[in-house]
């Protein structure tokens, strides 16, 4: 008879995870980079807007980015019922969009995303 072997299981590598990552920690430091150029509109809601609509070239990524994000946030709350996660997870999603953008918050989001599919496997 055949004696078996216990080899430890191991998980695949996951590169999507590791480059929802890097996009998420990218996502952190850009849009800071460039709000950092002039602290002063940061300070000042009506400045901040006034420079987000200033033409029509900013006023059209300030409304694709506001739909976006609108977009992402109803992503959020459906993944977390169909994932069977707790829906205040989403308060943290909006937090990081409006604090630092939402390019931190959706490749944040897919990489929790990634790691609760890992866990149900």
């Known amino acids: 008879m055949l004696k078996a072997t216990n080899f430890p299981i191991t998980r695949p590598f996951n590169g999507i995870k590791v480059l929802y990552l890097i996009l998420t920690i990218a996502g952190s430091i850009e849009p800071w980079f460039w709000l950092l150029q002039d602290p002063s509109a940061l300070l000042s809601p009506s400045l901040f807007l006034q420079q987000a609509f200033a033409n029509n070239i900013a006023a059209g990524l300030t409304a694709d980015l506001l739909i976006s994000a609108i977009a992402f946030f109803c992503l959020v709350w459906f993944e977390l019922k169909r994932l069977n996660i707790s ?7 909006i937090g990081l ?13 897919l990489y929790r995303r990634e790691q609760q599919l890992e866990r149900a496997v």
Do not use: A, D, E, K
Not at 97 to 109: D, H, I
């Open 87 to 93: 829906r205040t997870w989403i308060i943290l999603y």
């Open 97 to 109: 969009t409006f604090g630092v953008g939402l390019s931190c918050s959706l490749p944040f989001f």
